[in-house]
């Protein structure tokens, strides 16, 4: 499970509803502080939400881009059904991410965190034209690791027979699946009511129906790979949901840029905000450039 270093919207960064023509979104919206370069959207994993970014707003904001974090269908603070699996198809998960995109009415660069690299990357294979460059973050070609696997599947059962405070309960015994940095709760900062509460927003047909794709998604590096768009392949030095030699070799047939995290495992923005939000910018400023 993801660990933001905190809930709350820090200066600069908006919270507020996001209207798209397929409803709304809540987001994370920080302006850019230098000369403005460009707009980049951010997409979290699996379990995940917008608090995740909330470190790199700052930086990304001083480098001159400004960013907006979103909470996906039926994450956290975005509504969802409950029950519908189907309205979490990645098809239409994809199809959310385009309506994101229109509505903030600027060309945007991508940026999806492991799951939610997963969905960007649907997103612009049904259409790139509102993107100017793609960054996969700790996101790989195809299904999780087979450990992973079996992690998700645990979850996925325990949705189907208990409610989520009872799921809640039964997962601080283990690591959460997919999202493995959490870290543990003895320094300093105990942030397991702001965890609970966001766990309890979320809906289970969401987590049910994105646990399986993350268990079944087919290898379409090729498909991306024949996009025009510039792509960036970044992750931490360490990351046991798909293994870096597999993100290497993803780069290399997507023709991407690709940056390596020191000191860094699954979720490098919120393991080493700074070093990942330099690495974007350096990536959109040769965009930008090129």
Known sequence: MSRPPSFTPP?????????????EFAVFDAA?????????????????????????????????YRT????????YESEGPEHDETAYAQDELARDVLAQARALDTPVH???HSLGGQIARAAVLLDPSPFVSLTLMSSGP?????SQQQRVKLLRDALGVMDMARVWDAIQAMDPPEETDAGDLDDGLDDRDDLRRRWLANSPAQLIATGRQLCTEPDRVAELAAVRLPKHVLSGERDDTWPIP???????????HRTVVRDAEHSPNTDQPLETARALAEFWDHTNTG
């Open 11 to 23: 200066p600069g960064v908006r919270a507020y509803r996001l209207a798209t023509a397929r409803g």
């Open 32 to 64: 850019a502080a230098a000369a403005p370069r460009g707009t980049a959207m951010l997409l979290p994993g699996f379990t995940g939400s917008k608090e995740d970014f909330v470190a790199l707003h700052g930086p990304l904001a001083e480098a001159g």
């Open 68 to 75: 907006v974090a979103v909470d996906g269908r039926g994450q």
């Open 110 to 112: 991508l940026v999806g």
């Open 142 to 146: 195809a299904q999780i690791s087979p």
């Open 246 to 256: 597999l993100l290497d070799e993803m780069a290399g047939r997507l023709d991407a």
